[in-house]
Structures are given as structure tokens and as C-alpha cells.
């Protein structure tokens, strides 16, 4: 072998992609190491029909005789991309949240937004323009750019999975997250939530109204209770809030009464209820076309956190009733509590 052959083989001959594998101190290939893998992976023949090169090229090349050519990586590099291109990353995305044991919601969640997403944008082609564009495509709803945010969110973590799975480029990186407004979120009165449950004719419906209002559960955490979840003696249910962590959640003399009553009347099989998410949806739905207040688990929610700020209770401690992680989500729940308290001492410095 000519000196100058011995010189290059010495200088590529000291790094493993694969054990056992080339060896490489080539930068251009050790920065692309689905190239290095296939190289290792597909036999002298395949290579050499893939690439039109000789036999006994790719074989010294193989055995780290010599490196390989541009021609070769070429190669190697569009066989890669055309087989990416077929594979489907989100079913494979989708696939990794649920073996971590994400919630439905959180996985429907994802499936929906990124659906949207890889149907405008060809993410394994787009720049950072092209996702701002899309972006800026989602219009504000009645709270601001919350939409938007949420599929940033989807997008940001999508990407985030390929670049460690797959070493594809994170194009969100250094990206700011659209800009959420902070609107005064509706809630209800006391008097509100006496009447909702004054017009409703069904036991079970009352005992949803009143413990929606009395303990701040989520409906993920209402729809799942069960009779041995029910601690009647310290007045807590034992639930299984966000990230799958369970807490209990207090309720009042008004939920106990109507959860007995409902009882009583039902045999539970699997919850209390009898229904679903979507069917507890469906009756709060229906509540707020009769009445015209607004009937979602969400509002009950802050109703809880603003009729206990109005009671002199402690943000801190409504964090810990109602099992928020944050202060922040409670202070925002109850913007309209503290600015009505402030509004007490207010003295018009003209009048």
C-alpha cells in the first residue's frame, strides 16, 4: 500500500459509530449517525448496487481501509431521507406518549394539534418561517392567543422527541412562545350555583352541580369516583388529579346530602354517576342553554377558588384545597375577587 494511503488510514481508524463497526474520525460522518449506522447495517452488495461503486471499494471501506467518498455518503444520505420520508413520526410520536402512560385527554390532545400541524406543514422539510407562518394562521379565540399556544406547546415537544429520537433539527429552539393574554375568567355566585341546582329535577344532576362548586374537582377527577372513594367521616374523596397523582379533595354539608340521596336511589356500576366525561358535558350543556349562566367544569372550578378568596381564605391554602401545582392558576381564577376587594377601599380622589 503507497505511503500516503498508510497516512489517511491512520487518521480515520480510531473512532466506532457501531461496535465492532467503521471507524471514523471523519467530522462530516460523524455528524450524521443514521449514515454511519446504515453503512454498518447493509451488506457489501447492497451498498455497492445503492451507490454504483465497486465491490472491493466498499468492502476496504467497510473494514476501515480507506474512508468513504462523497459519492458514497451522498448516497447513503438520500437513501436515509427517502426512507424517512415514509415513516410516519407522529403514529410513532403518539405511540411514545402512550407507553409514558399520558392521560386520554393529554393524548387526544396531542393527536389533535399535530394532526393539524403535519397536515399544513411538511415538518420534516419546514424552517422556522413556515412554522411561525402556521402559527400565526390560528386565529384568537374569546381568551386570546390560548389556541396558539397550546399547539406551540404540541409543536415545541414534537420536535423536541425527534431531535432525541431521531437527531432531526429542533426548529422551535430559541422560538418564543406566543404571548398569552390574562382576561378576568368568568365564574359564578354563590346565589348562581343555588339556583342552578334549585331548576334541576334529577338527584344525581344536584350532587354533580354541588360537588363541582364544593371540592374544585377537574372532570376527569369527578367522573371517576367510586363509592370506597368516599371518606363520609372526614368529608374527602380521594381522586386522581393531573400527572396522575393522587389527593383528596374536601366537600361540603351540601354535596353529602345529594350524594347520599343519589345513592340511595343508585347502584353504582364502575362510578357514581352512571356517566362518562362527555355525558356530564352533555347535562351542564344543556344547563346553560336553560339558564344562560355558563356551565362548564372549568368555571365551577374557579367558582370554587373565587367563593373561597371571598370567604378570606388564603391563596395558598385554595392552592392546596383544590390540588393546583401554582400559585399563578389560582391568582389568575381569582383576578376579579382581589380587584373587587381592592374596590372596597377605593376613595375618588376628586370627589
Known sequence: MPAFRRVKTASICSYSGVPGGIRTHDPLLRRQPHTLKLLNKLTVTELAQLSNLSKSYISQVKHGKCPPSQRLLDCLAHHTQAKEQHRDYLALFLQSREAMGVSSKTLRFYR????????????????????????????????????????FRAIKTFYRWLEAEFGLENLLNGMPAPILGKPILPSLSADNVLHLIEITNSTRDKAIIALFTESG???????????????????????MG????????????????????????????????????????SMLRRLEKATGLPCNPHTFRRTFACLLRKAGVDTMTIKDLGRWESLEMVQRYTRSVSFQDSLKFYRAPLS
Open 242 to 281: 393531573k400527572g396522575r397523582k393522587e389527593a383528596y379533595a374536601p366537600f361540603g354539608e351540601l354535596s353529602e346530602r345529594y350524594l347520599k340521596e343519589w345513592l340511595a336511589q343508585h347502584e353504582p356500576d364502575g362510578n357514581i354517576w352512571g356517566l362518562n366525561e362527555w355525558g356530564i358535558v
Open 112 to 151: 389533535q394539534r399535530l394532526s393539524q400541524f403535519t397536515a399544513e406543514v411538511n415538518y420534516l422539510k419546514a424552517t422556522k418561517q413556515a412554522i411561525e407562518r402556521y402559527l400565526t394562521s390560528i386565529p384568537p379565540n374569546s381568551y386570546g392567543l390560548g389556541t396558539r399556544h397550546a399547539s
Open 217 to 239: 374537582l377537574r372532570l376527569s377527577e369527578l367522573t371517576n369516583i367510586r363509592p370506597e372513594h368516599i371518606d363520609w367521616s372526614s368529608g374527602t374523596i380521594k381522586v
